[in-house]
C-alpha cells in the first residue's frame, strides 16, 4: 500500500476544498514525523501496519482541528482506543 497521501488524509477528513491544501500537507508531514520517532519506523512504508497509518490520521485530523497549543472555555478528553492505543503494541523504547 503506498503512503500517507494528501488526498487520503483530505478523505479521512472528509475535505473536499484545496484551500487548505498547504496546511494539511504540512499537519501531515508533522505527523509522519512524531509517529515516526514515537514508532522508529516509518508510516509511509509499504510494510507499515494499519494501526501506524490509522494513528496518523488520527493525528493529522487533531492538528487540523486543533491549531493551537491550549484550548480555552473546553474540556477535553482523550478517547479510548485512540491514538496512543493503536500505537502501544509498536512503539520504540530509547534508553
Known amino acids: 500500500m503506498p503512503g ?3 488526498d487520503r488524509a ?8 484545496d484551500a487548505d491544501d498547504a496546511l494539511l500537507t504540512d499537519k501531515l508531514a508533522a505527523a ?7 514508532t522508529a ?10 494501526p ?6 488520527q493525528l493529522v485530523g487533531h492538528l487540523y482541528a486543533n491549531r493551537e497549543a ?6 477535553a478528553q ?8 493503536l ?3 509498536y512503539r520504540a523504547f530509547c534508553f
Open 32 to 38: 509522519k514525523a512524531w509517529v515516526g520517532a514515537y
Open 41 to 50: 519506523s516509518d508510516p509511509d512504508a509499504d510494510t507499515a501496519p494499519a
Open 70 to 75: 491550549t484550548l480555552v472555555g473546553v474540556t
Open 78 to 85: 482523550e478517547l479510548p482506543f485512540g491514538f496512543l492505543d
Open 87 to 89: 500505537l502501544a503494541p
Open 10 to 17: 483530505k478523505a479521512h477528513l472528509n475535505v473536499t476544498l
Open 52 to 57: 501506524i497509518r490509522e494513528a496518523t490520521l
Open 4 to 6: 500517507i497521501t494528501l
